[in-house]
């Protein structure tokens, strides 16, 4: 039973009513145990990242019954045992790169130097070091999402949700946060769940959920 992070029966998550109601994510059930390794795929617009942020707590569903028997209550999952790296943009524009990759051992009650100490080998491993005291304007759009990914890794959570993190990123880039992100999940024993359209990223995860296109005009989809 403590395997299992989290743990979702029927879950449905609908956007609007009547005729032009879109399900997101429908009538889904499933469980993510401790080191496993799932890629979410399917093609643009299926509901992806809709059912990561269920998963994390960033939304409610529409129906269904979601969980986290290992992890605690939803508002105790972040940050600290779950964390997200997100598709756009989500540096904090006040904080340099070290800074924003930083914050989440702050939240947690570290140091400052506990903070760094956790921060500065993943700035250097995703190739960062360079940009690490600028400002996230001062940034690539690919810089920016590697800072995003650090900062998600630093915290060592037990279950990393990650959505499209090679999206904005050149092939030999992607390659090497997919490295770091797999290595550090095996380090901390965490589970990892990665949305994706890459074929190369899928496979390199030995689990693979599928999503079918969102479904519209079903309004008794989801129950309310």
Not at 27 to 39: G, K, L, P
Not at 121 to 131: A, F
Not at 155 to 181: F, H, K, N, W, Y
Request: glycine content about 10%; some cysteine.
């Amino acid at each position: 039973m403590g395997d299992v992070l989290v743990r979702a029966a029927g879950l449905c998550r609908q956007f609007g009513y009547g005729p032009g109601a879109v399900i997101a994510v429908a009538h889904a059930s499933f469980e993510i145990r401790r080191r496993d390794r799932i890629a979410l795929t399917g093609p643009s617009g299926s509901g992806k990242t809709s059912l990561l942020h269920l998963i994390a707590a960033l939304d409610q569903p529409s129906g269904g019954i979601i969980e986290w028997p290992a992890l605690g209550r939803p508002e105790h999952l972040r940050p600290g045992p779950v964390a997200v790296a997100f598709q756009g943009p989500s540096l904090l524009p006040p904080l340099t790169v070290a800074e924003n990759v930083a914050l989440p051992v702050l939240l947690a009650g570290g140091t400052e130097a506990e903070a760094a100490a956790a921060a500065d080998p993943l700035i250097e491993r995703l190739g960062l070091s360079d940009v690490a005291s600028k400002l996230p304007e001062e940034i690539s759009g690919g810089q920016a999402q590697r800072a995003g990914m650090a900062r998600a890794l630093t915290g060592e959570p037990q279950l990393i949700l990650a959505d499209e993190p090679t999206g904005q990123l050149d092939r030999s880039s992607a390659l090497q946060l997919i490295d770091v992100l797999l290595q550090q999940a095996e380090a901390t024993k965490a589970a990892l769940v990665v949305a994706t359209h890459d074929a190369s990223v899928a496979e390199r995860l030995p689990q693979r959920w599928t999503i079918a296109e969102r479904i519209l005009n079903t309004g008794a989809a989801c129950t309310f």
